[in-house]
């Protein structure tokens, strides 16, 4: 592959495993995995549960080790960085969880102040980079509220102002939505679209669920058993899956009906 055609992937994967080894067995959650993505795109990342997707998604900024491949992120290969190194890129790679993973002992302020507390930036600039965040997430008048306070769609645009602290050039949300209703799980994701027009922020999206795949994904990959089933634009995949792993999927994320029930369907 020419350095030309590599030149626009912010992220390379090439032939990713990941085993996990207990005294038992050994469990294959990624088998040769290989995949990419263009700077500014928003991926989807889409498998049922156990497919091997927030262990993919803890591969792209090393929280999860692989045990072979490679991961690039922005032409550098994050397995041959020293701690340090990996530590200033990995401040890049924003990552947003189910859960939200606020701390409950600080206000909405200082939760976003934390990145930049960590960084050494000093109190007033900080506070003043968290007010400017909170509004752009539309909570400037929760600045003095607990987490607890807070209904889960605003925890979690907390959670992603956190996130802007840093002015990652990736956000990878690991099932972001799975927690919150349909209403608030599109307030959620137009939030996301916004940041990726408007900041042009790289975007991937860990979920099982077809519609957030449909309401904001460009591009989309198929998860199964730890093996990468086919990638293409959504409109591709969705409109012509062309394995049964796919097809399973979609039908289900179109249909209310039980995968046992699919499976009927799909063969």
């Known amino acids: 592959m020419s350095n030309d055609n590599n030149h626009n992937k912010i992220i390379r994967v090439e032939n990713l495993t990941k085993t996990f080894e207990s005294k038992k067995d050994s469990l294959h959650a990624l088998k040769d995995v290989s995949f990419s993505i263009e700077k500014g795109d ?17 591969c792209l900024n ?44 600080r206000t909405v302020l200082d939760n976003i102040c934390l990145p930049l507390e960590i960084r050494g930036i000093p109190k007033k600039e900080r506070q003043a980079k968290a007010m400017e965040l909170l509004k752009s997430v539309g909570l400037e008048s929760k600045s003095g509220a607990y987490p607890s306070q807070l209904s889960g769609g605003q925890q979690q645009r907390v959670a992603i102002a956190r996130v802007l602290a840093n002015e990652p050039d990736i956000l990878l949300c690991d099932e972001a939505t799975s927690a919150l209703d349909p209403q608030t799980t599109k307030t959620i994701l137009d939030l996301l679209l916004d940041i990726n027009r408007q900041l042009g922020i790289t975007i ?37 899956p062309r394995t049964h792993a796919a097809k399973r999927l979609i039908y289900m994320g179109l249909s209310e009906e039980t995968e046992e029930e699919v499976a009927k369907h799909v063969g």
């Open 42 to 58: 928003i991926y989807g990342i889409i498998g049922l549960s156990g497919a091997g997707k927030s262990t993919l998604v803890r």
């Open 204 to 240: 991937v999206v860990i979920t099982h669920e077809m519609r957030v795949v449909k309401e904001i994904c460009k591009h989309v990959a198929v998860l199964d058993e730890g093996i990468l089933q086919e990638t293409g634009t959504v409109s591709e995949v969705f409109t012509n």
């Open 62 to 105: 090393l929280l999860e080790k692989p045990t072979s491949g490679k991961v690039i992120v922005k032409d550098k290969d994050l397995l041959a960085l020293s701690k340090e190194e990996l530590r200033l890129e990995r401040q890049k790679i924003g990552m947003i969880f189910q859960h939200f993973n606020l701390l409950a002992q």
